[in-house]
């Protein structure tokens, strides 16, 4: 994959830019202010020089809230870089000639989504030594930290296929970043919000004799990235229940309230991937060039 023509373009241009080198210093920048301010809060501080309480058993807790805030960050650069990704080229006027060469439209898509995957590798990399602060008390181990980076190499691929798709749709950049921080908003919060919102209005009708709960509903949640954070946070760290509570799974009666958060951060990550890979099969539709030539004949 890394082979790729387009792939070694792109990585090659984006290391040279000092976009690239302002985007991690301002990511690592306020990831290290804020992973420091929640490691000095984890502390009763007197005198304003001394440690007077120190409070292991919060440590777990700083873990899961410099993770949390690195994926919310990861999240929202992946549309930034992914969504020009396509018509940055069309705004150029390389894109006819790219589809010129020998280059497959699946070859040109996935050659943009690695490049920018392995720039989002760059800040995760660099970002290493902030989540690792956890390690001077304990309470984590490798493992959890290998379980991070692995979600987030699967959360670039699935926001970062929905930056692709509309880098083909549309010809200009901005409108392709635009629609693509919809679709986090979307699949985030807006799937996040439609679950309780249901059980309201069903408590509200509800004759008060029957249990009140949304169903399958939940199942919309398996394509929101926040509740899969939150599935990975729970699963090292706390208990199945607390899970459903922060997921809102336990509006639902039927086994998806029940279920384990390593299980559904398994078929999470399996809808999220099945997603990513129906958006890149359209936009390497939407790039082909023999089929415009088809159209074209016909009209």
């Known amino acids: 994959m890394f082979r790729n023509p387009v792939c070694i373009k792109e990585m090659k241009l984006s290391v040279r830019t000092k976009k690239t080198a302002v985007g991690l210093f301002v990511f690592n920048g306020i990831l290290a202010a804020l992973g420091l301010f929640a490691y000095y809060i984890m502390f009763d501080i007197s005198g304003g020089t001394s440690y007077s309480y120190v409070n292991l058993s919060s440590v777990i807790y700083l873990y899961a809230i410099i993770a949390v805030m690195e994926m919310a960050m990861i999240a929202f650069v992946i549309p930034a870089i992914t969504a020009g990704s396509i018509a940055s080229e069309r705004e150029k006027q390389t894109l006819e000639i790219l589809l010129t060469t020998r280059l497959t439209p699946w070859q040109i898509v996935t050659g943009k989504l690695v490049s920018s995957i392995s720039t989002l590798l760059l800040y995760i990399i660099s970002s290493l030594p902030i989540l690792c602060i956890v390690f001077s008390i304990g309470g984590v181990t490798v493992w959890d930290m290998v379980q991070i980076m692995l979600y987030v190499f699967v959360l670039a691929i699935y926001l970062g296929s929905f930056g692709i798709l509309f880098s083909t749709i549309f010809k200009k950049s901005i409108v392709a970043t635009v629609y693509t921080y919809g679709m986090l908003i979307l699949t985030s919060i807006v ?9 309201a209005v ?3 009708n509800a004759d008060g004799k029957t249990a009140v709960d949304v169903g399958n509903l939940v199942v919309i949640n398996l394509l929101n990235p926040l509740i899969s954070v939150l599935a990975l946070i729970c699963n090292q760290i706390v208990t199945a229940r607390v899970f459903q509570g ?7 009666n039927n086994f998806w309230g029940n279920m384990e958060p390593g299980t559904w951060l398994i078929i999470s990550i399996i809808a999220q991937l099945l997603v990513a890979f129906l958006c890149l099969f359209l936009a390497t539709k939407r790039l082909n060039p023999i089929k415009k ?5 016909q009209a």
């Not at 799937?191 to 059980?199: C, G, N, R, S």
């Open 246 to 252: 922060i997921s809102l799974n336990g509006m639902s």
């Open 202 to 204: 069903k408590e509200a």
């Open 191 to 199: 799937f996040y919000a439609i679950v309780p919102i249901v059980y």
């Open 293 to 297: 030539v088809k159209k074209s004949k």
